[in-house]
């Protein structure tokens, strides 16, 4: 373990469990100044299990995003509590229809012409452990409710793992054939870091994570109301099927008293 804090960090003892089972004690630094954590592990090939944190003997919730799988033995943040800095959002109302995309094409993409949708933002990747499961309900999400106004809005990412390689042509006929994605799919972005595109750095900063605001993993989602507010978060894994329902009142038409 890993463990990185400013000079004057004062020391923290950190309690980590492997599936319920103790998985020992470890130091961690924490900066007075700022309150974060940043926590590196070494991952062997393979490595999939849940953590369950508790920091000086007080029990955090498990987290869904904690849950890390990945193949490559290199350092992987797992959390920092510290808001990513770089969230600074452009939109003057709040709305995402305020924005300006590229599609798979290179064309711009005013995405005020979702006004009046709910819209499902998602970042994608095709070679992802999680890709099967959440394409496959996204494409049934989207037939079950694209005639009622729902859209999903896709966008490719290859900041995590590498898991997104091809160019946004193949992206395209990889969603479209293999999982028969009739939603956009836009071109690929950044979604964390100084270039990260500002639809997400609003995003982010609309809707902040627990333990800082950027985007953990791939298929991290946002659920946005017909005036365009982020209204919902979900970790990456968090199926789309599961908050079904959160999209449905979405859609009901409002009730005038």
């Known amino acids: 373990m890993l463990c990185s804090a400013s000079a004057s960090a004062t020391a923290t003892r950190l309690l980590f469990f492997k599936r319920n089972l103790n998985f020992g004690f470890v130091s961690a630094s924490s900066s007075s100044s700022s309150s974060s954590f940043l926590l590196t592990k070494h991952l062997s090939t393979g490595f999939d299990n849940t953590l369950l944190v508790s920091s000086q003997n007080k029990p955090l919730p498990l987290l869904s995003h904690l849950i890390i799988k990945t193949r490559v033995s290199t350092p992987v943040l797992l959390f920092s509590s510290r808001a990513d800095n770089t969230m600074a959002s452009n939109s003057k109302s709040g709305s995402v229809h305020e924005f300006t995309v590229k599609d798979g094409r290179g064309n711009d993409v005013d995405l005020s012409i979702y006004k009046g949708k709910v819209l499902l933002i998602v970042n994608v990747a095709s070679q992802c452990g999680l890709t099967n499961s959440n394409y496959t309900e996204l494409s049934q999400l989207y037939e079950k409710y694209k005639n009622q106004g729902f859209e999903i809005l ?7 793992g590498n898991q997104e390689p091809g160019n946004n042509e ?3 006929e990889f969603a479209c054939t293999r999982f028969k994605a009739e939603y956009p799919i836009f071109g690929k972005v950044d979604v964390n870091g100084d270039k990260a595109d500002p639809l997400y750095k609003h995003l982010k900063s609309s809707k902040g994570g627990l333990f800082g605001d950027g985007i953990k993993w791939n298929f991290s989602k946002f659920l946005v109301d017909k005036e365009g507010k982020v209204v919902e978060r979900y970790a990456p894994t968090t199926s789309p099927l ?6 449905k009142k979405l859609l009901e038409p409002l009730q005038v008293a």
């Open 154 to 160: 896709a966008f490719p990412c290859n900041q995590f």
């Open 170 to 172: 193949e992206i395209l």
């Open 242 to 247: 599961s908050f079904e329902k959160d999209v």
